[in-house]
Nanobody, 118 residues
């Protein structure tokens, strides 16, 4: 089992910044992908950004140039630096941990709310 501890959400004005953190603990695999997804009210959960063990990043077009994903492999932590926030970025942000495993196995955090006021 893997536990994910998310932090860093909150309320910010448009144009502001927030940094989300997600620390994984428990049965940590040597190879895994970590990332962030978000879900706004009435909408489906969508990918924001992911990062593999080899530092390959996948960033949603809607946040490219504003959000940066990074990872600390010693601390088993993934970060999402969010700059130039917009009201449409408001959502609950979820951390996802996917170890290299067959069949595929995903762990999700409980989510942190991000609210961007205009």
């Amino acid at each position: 089992q893997v536990q994910l501890d998310e932090s860093g959400g909150g309320l910010v004005q448009a144009g502001g910044s927030l940094r989300l953190s997600c620390a994984a603990s428990g049965d940590i695999a040597s190879i895994s992908t970590m990332g962030w997804y978000r879900q706004a009210p009435g909408k489906q959960r969508e990918l924001v950004a992911t990062i593999t063990r080899s530092d390959k990043r996948n960033i949603a077009d809607s946040v490219k140039g504003r959000f940066t994903i990074s990872r600390d492999y010693i601390k088993h932590t993934v970060y999402l630096q969010m700059n130039s926030l917009k009201p449409e970025d408001s959502a609950v942000y979820y951390c996802k941990y996917s170890p290299q495993h067959l069949p595929p196995l995903d762990y999700w955090g409980k989510g942190v709310p991000v609210t961007v006021s205009s």
